[in-house]
């Protein structure tokens, strides 16, 4: 009878048993959404998801993706992931609307399978200088086509993607819709939400790097990829709008600390302005031509505070400081380049700082000293005793002891000529 009393709990428990075990053979995807350009940071956040979906090991990874493309060498750390990823890399270029432009091109074909969403188009991968100053020789520039178009033929010829299509995407800039590339056989398929492609890729076998893998997607959990609060921020500042700001902060802040030591607080912000800046720069296509001319801008700014110029310097400070913000970052796509946006602002805002705050930093340092001995020289008072090469006198209220060269008188008026220690040397004021 006490042995049928144990088996009572057993009976009740095992229902949730069942439900644990259950849950732990239910197949989960993983989906994480890029839909900035490519960059060190964004490289460093898809590859890190891949890992995670292949410790946690889940069905496959999805990668909705929406990009104008990014930096080569972000875009070659990503394809070299997927490529030796233990779990299937699906990239889904989708909401409708989106592209997969440039490096989004080869990542897309890189994957175990490409999936668009409709109305949404992929192409126009030729490659630019961007992230380095490169060579835009002739000779050059077809070097660097050559081995982009062969670097993405070996990729589709892997994928048994289009390989033909894919060299004029990379020599010609073509680039088609969704429904032109499944027609060319750049993608697999085109499905017009996440849970369609679920139920469309169940079933498929992909070749990952360990050997072949049947998906079961159909009814699996979807679990999606948070960016962390680091990313985000910096993907925030690898932005050239960004970048562009935090550099003139940054300068800004650190000459207004130099012309008023101890004030600490600009000096503390330029350093940690000037810090990410040049972090992001070197994500960022800078053309030293014109940091230089940012430089030079601000020497002129207050060059016109120390010399009187009549306001050319000043002039010749704004064009440089223009020039310069437009030629700082040297790309010929629109989102690795500075907006006028952010350019006519910054430029007002930087050439009434230095004129102004900075001007009246210099003219501080100018002014004679009004506290201290040293503000006591040009002041007046009146003599309290007979002053014979010694006396006393009051100035400011207070009883100093003098000395002056000539005879003065109680109650006469004198000046103080300067300041000996304790002692004041004065004169008569006639």
């Given amino acids: 009878m006490r042995s049928k009393i144990l088996y009572i709990p057993l009976l009740l428990l095992a229902p949730f048993c069942v439900t644990i075990q259950a849950a732990a053979q239910e197949p989960v995807v993983k989906v994480l959404t890029l839909e900035t350009a490519i960059t060190p940071v964004s490289a460093e956040y898809l590859i890190k998801a891949i890992h995670q979906a292949e410790d946690e090991n889940a069905e496959c990874l999805i990668i909705q993706l929406d990009t104008p493309g990014g930096l080569m060498t972000s875009m070659e750390d990503i394809i070299k992931a997927i490529l030796g990823s233990h779990v299937p890399v699906i990239v889904y270029v989708a909401p409708s609307g989106a592209k997969a432009g440039s490096a989004g091109v080869f990542i897309t074909i890189a994957s175990h399978i490409a999936a668009m969403a409709p109305a949404t188009n992929i192409g126009a991968a030729h490659p630019v200088s961007i992230g380095t100053p490169i060579d835009t020789s002739s000779v050059m520039e077809e070097k660097i086509t050559n081995d982009a178009v062969a670097y993405i033929r070996s990729i589709a010829e892997k994928r048994g993607k289009n390989a033909e299509w894919a060299e004029k995407a990379v020599r010609e800039s073509k680039s088609i819709t969704a429904t032109e590339a499944l027609e060319k056989g750049v993608i697999d398929l085109i499905a017009p939400s996440l849970d369609s492609l679920l139920t469309m890729i169940d079933g498929r076998e992909v070749e990952v790097i360990l050997g072949t893998k049947k998906l079961n997607t159909k009814n699996a959990r979807i679990e999606e990829i948070e960016l962390g609060m680091r990313f985000r921020i910096l993907e925030l500042i690898v932005d050239p709008n960004i970048a562009y700001i935090l550099l003139m902060i940054g300068m800004a802040g650190i000459m207004l600390e130099l012309y008023n030591p101890g004030t600490i607080f600009p000096g503390v912000i330029g350093v940690i302005s000037l810090i990410l800046a040049f972090y992001a ?25 120390k010399i009187t110029s009549y306001g050319l310097l000043t002039i010749g400070g704004i064009i440089a400081l223009t020039i310069g913000s437009i030629m700082l970052f040297e790309s010929p796509l629109s989102f690795m380049r500075v907006s006028w946006k952010v350019i006519a602002p910054t430029v007002i805002l930087t050439t009434l700082f230095f004129v102004i705050v900075i001007g009246l930093a210099i003219k501080a340092q100018r002014r004679q000293p009004t506290t201290g001995s040293e503000g006591l020289v040009g002041e007046t008072g009146v003599a309290k005793t007979q002053i014979k090469h010694e006396g006393q006198i009051l100035l400011h209220g207070e009883i100093w002891n003098a000395t002056s060269e000539e005879p003065i008188r109680k109650g006469d008026k004198v000046k103080v000529v300067s300041v000996n220690k304790l002692e004041v040397v004065v004169k008569k004021v006639t």
């Fill in 281 to 305: 720069m070197q994500t960022l296509p800078v053309n030293y031509a014109g940091l230089l001319l940012i430089v030079s801008a601000i020497i002129l700014f207050i060059l016109e505070v």
